[in-house]
């Protein structure tokens, strides 16, 4: 289930490639994951909650341990607690808290309908984070839904959930918008002084510009999926496709379960270009008559686009894909 690396095959440089922990999980199950299967680790959280498509590494900051929930964290953490109050939908709904290079912090849903959830942590804190919130129908929450941001002692954002398909939030230290250095007032003007006659200089030579350098490619990229089955699962097929190497990444079929929300995701070659191909044997792609199902694809947590009801067969390509 590995990511092959470099030269086919072994090698010395990337041995048997780059692990990929959800490929091996699911050919050890023969099927997709889905939230029966899925453990809580990262961070701390409310027992109600949908599922939990995974925390983040070694680095992630710890979960709260404060049995007075106070909000009080060692030295050099600042607490942080995001409440959300689901819709009628959902399982329409993702969250995540990452740094702004993109590490990620945790992510949690799809979530069940109607529940009030809630996730604290303990943030290291000389770094801006970015919460984001998304939903899959492009709707937000409706009006039985919403979500708060606390972090420290202060409400970062409050209100209802009418932010269409995302929105993100910054909290922390050093953002644009950092709470902790308001600007002041401006000071008086200073005082008007005549301007001094400059005296004539000769018109320079202009050198030449040379050609810009292009921005590497990026070695690795990261594929989303969130595949939404519709009440005939039996028919539908998803798979990733390698366009470079002629290869199926991911490939599953007749294993879903109705009505219910997959996250896919797969660490890729950054130079490559791929094919997300979803296929619905009834023909009415994954909705209206049989349901509210589609699928939406994020390429390192930059939406690429959403589909439904789309006949028989739907493709998302995405990746390096110019050439």
Not at 28 to 50: R, T, V, Y
Not at 98 to 108: C, E, K, M, N
Not at 242 to 267: E, K, P, V
Request: hydrophobic content about 25%; glycine content about 14%; aromatic content about 8%.
């Amino acid at each position: 289930s590995a990511l092959d690396l470099g030269a086919t095959g072994r090698d010395n440089t990337y041995g048997v490639g780059l692990a990929q922990a959800f490929d091996g999980l699911e050919l050890l199950k023969g099927a997709p994951l889905d939230d029966s299967d899925l453990i809580e680790n990262g961070g701390g959280g409310g027992d109600n909650g949908g599922g939990d498509n995974g925390g983040g590494g070694d680095n992630d900051p710890p979960p709260v341990n404060d049995e007075n929930n106070d909000g009080r964290c060692d030295a050099g953490y600042t607490y942080f607690r995001s409440e959300l109050v689901t819709d009628r939908n959902g399982w329409q709904t993702n969250i995540r808290l990452r740094l702004t290079d993109g590490r990620l912090v945790f992510r949690r849903g799809p979530f069940f309908n109607n529940r009030e959830i809630q996730y604290e942590y303990c943030l290291p804190d000389t770094f801006c984070y970015i919460f984001d919130i998304f939903d899959f129908f492009g709707n937000g929450l409706d009006e039985t839904g919403s979500y708060r941001l606390i972090y420290g002692n202060t409400i970062i954002k409050e209100g209802g959930g009418n932010f269409g398909s995302s929105e993100s939030t910054q909290l922390g230290v050093g953002c644009d918008n950092d709470r902790s250095n308001p600007p002041g007032p401006p000071g008086p003007p200073p005082p008007a002084t005549p301007a001094p006659t400059p005296a004539p200089t000769p018109t320079p030579t202009p050198r030449p510009t040379p050609s810009p350098t292009p921005a590497p490619v990026p070695t690795t990229s990261v594929i989303s999926v969130l595949l939404v089955t519709d009440r005939v699962p039996s028919d539908t097929t998803i798979r990733l496709t390698d366009l470079d190497d002629n290869r199926n990444i991911y490939f599953f079929t007749r294993g879903f379960l109705a009505d219910t929300s997959y996250m896919i995701q797969r660490t890729v070659d950054g130079s490559h270009c791929f094919d997300v191909v979803v296929t619905d044997a009834s023909g009415n792609g994954l909705c209206c008559s049989q349901g509210s199902g589609g699928f939406r694809v994020w390429l390192d947590g930059v939406e690429i686009d959403t589909v439904r009801g789309f006949g028989s067969v739907a493709t998302i390509q995405t990746g390096n894909c110019s050439s």
